[in-house]
């Protein structure tokens, strides 16, 4: 599946900068690189600069110019860091869609009828909201480390295709979920919509980060689901 092919240990992600020989020396140059990361989630991109990145880590300023020739190796590689972190979480996300539907059809409810069908509708509500409350809570930083990120793959074409990477990742597992689990008649759309709507909800809840917004983004799931629902059993789902 293309999504895993993206996070085949057999094929790493390249960073650009200088290759670390030693456990030791591979150690410092993550520490570094986190360091960015941290700062990208606190102060954004332009936060980055070999000074700050160095008391930031703890470090000496030799050892960031010594891994890092300039401030892009450096940016480019903390993003390289970052998908690494992102597409970790393509399995949860799969988990997410996938179990719900195979769950609820493998326990004999018979999906033809209204108990069925509601049945079904609240299950995938509450294991789509606690994904999306893991999202927005445990995985905060992430998400506000995706939208600079987002920013910076418009802008720099060096970290344009990590980002291409990484979306096409969910994009494909979402799509492969329409596809053979759901039995969508148009897979690719319907993994469009919902990753448009996920990321809407996300960004909202960094926006407002208030907790009663869980509410509406349960209610929105809801909504969504609802409507979706008789397609995809109409399609053999059931």
């Known amino acids: 599946m293309a999504a895993e092919s993206a996070t085949d240990k057999s094929k790493p992600l390249q960073y650009q900068g200088r290759k670390a020989i030693r456990a030791k020396s591979e150690h410092r140059r993550r520490v570094i690189l986190e360091a960015a990361l941290r700062i990208v989630i606190s102060e954004g991109v332009r936060g980055i600069r070999h000074r700050a990145v160095a008391k930031e880590a703890g470090v000496p300023l030799a050892a960031t110019t010594y891994y890092f020739k300039d401030i892009q190796e450096l940016i480019v590689d903390t993003f390289t860091l970052y998908t690494e972190k992102a597409l970790e979480t393509v399995s949860e996300f799969t988990n997410q869609f996938y179990q719900p539907m195979i769950s609820m059809t493998g326990t004999g409810i018979n999906l033809a009828t209204a108990e069925g069908q509601e049945a079904l509708l609240e299950y995938m509500v509450e294991q789509m909201t606690q994904y999306l409350k893991d999202q927005v809570t445990v995985q905060r930083d992430m998400l506000v480390a995706e939208q600079a990120f987002r920013y910076e793959a418009i802008v720099n074409e060096n970290i344009r295709h990590l980002a291409q990477m990484h979306r096409k990742a969910l994009f494909d597992r979402a799509a492969e979920f329409f596809s053979t689990v759901a039995r969508s008649s148009s897979p690719a759309e319907d993994a469009e919509i919902i990753l448009g709507l996920f990321h809407s909800l996300e960004y909202r ?29 109409k399609n053999g789902a059931s």
């Open 205 to 233: 809840w960094l926006l407002n980060n208030e907790p009663e917004d869980m509410t509406f983004l349960t209610s929105t799931l809801r909504r969504y689901i609802s409507i979706m629902l008789p397609s995809l059993l």
